[in-house]
T-cell receptor, first 114, second 116 residues
Framework: DAGVIQSPRHEVTEMGQEVTLRCKPI?????LFWYRQTMMRGLELLIYFNNNVPIDDSGMPEDRFSAKMPNASFSTLKIQPSEPRDSAVYFC????????????FGQGTRLTVV | AQKITQTQPGMFVQEKEAVTLDCTYD???????LFWYKQPSSGEMIFLIY??????QNATEGRYSLNFQKARKSANLVISASQLGDSAMYFC?????????????FGAGTRLAVHP
């Protein structure tokens, strides 16, 4: 397996534009996590899915953020409209369904909103 | 309230020496998992070591060991014989039950610098 694949790796967009980040988890993994990493706030859990169902989105900062997982092999995180304070590295991670299952991370998407 | 606390924003160590990175956690669950990840300057997140709450032995993986003290709710990472390539951010993480599911949350991280 190629691991967790995120796209794009880098995204620069203007304030107010819609941004869509994409993630392909490892095949067979039941959990998918979206994290945001900033210097100020560290690694924040935004939302996670189990078997394509959103379980906890309490970490999503605002209604401008939404995430979907239409099937087991694809998830999106959308920001609409984007703001400069959304600039961060966004990570997607997937894992098996047990407490000892480590999360495998994608390479991250570095988002810059100007 | 912070669930995972890493009190050392930065640490430095001399090459070939051992270093301990601190991590304390807060949970009311009996069953949980603790993880350490490394993030080098290139940005990727690399899994290092895992400790289950019911594991009686401390986990070890090569030069990494986890000093697990359940009563104190601490899970410190020990890196023996530090190498220059160990310079990175290190994150402690906990996987705990959440309504029948398992969420994975991270501490703020510790930046380790290994000096020659």
């Amino acid at each position: 397996d190629a691991g967790v694949i995120q796209s794009p790796r880098h995204e620069v967009t203007e304030m107010g534009q819609e941004v869509t980040l994409r993630c392909k988890p490892i095949s067979g993994h039941d959990y998918l996590f979206w994290y945001r990493q900033t210097m100020m706030r560290g690694l924040e859990l935004l939302i996670y899915f189990n078997n394509n169902v959103p379980i906890d989105d309490s970490g999503m900062p605002e209604d401008r953020f939404s995430a979907k997982m239409p099937n087991a092999s694809f998830s999106t995180l959308k920001i609409q409209p984007s703001e400069p304070r959304d600039s961060a590295v966004y990570f997607c991670a997937s894992s098996l369904d047990h407490q000892g299952g480590e999360a495998f991370f994608g390479q991250g998407t570095r988002l810059t909103v100007v | 309230a912070q669930k995972i606390t890493q009190t050392q924003p930065g640490m430095f160590v001399q090459e070939k020496e051992a270093v301990t990175l601190d991590c304390t956690y807060d949970t009311s669950d009996q069953s949980y998992g603790l993880f350490w990840y490394k993030q080098p300057s290139s940005g990727e997140m690399i899994f290092l070591i895992y400790q289950g709450s019911y594991d009686e032995q401390n986990a070890t993986e090569g030069r990494y060991s986890l000093n697990f003290q359940k009563a104190r709710k601490s899970a410190n990472l020990v890196i023996s014989a530090s190498q220059l390539g160990d310079s990175a951010m290190y994150f402690c993480a906990m996987r705990e039950g959440h309504g029948g599911y398992n969420k994975l949350i991270f501490g703020a991280g510790t930046r380790l610098a290994v000096h020659p």
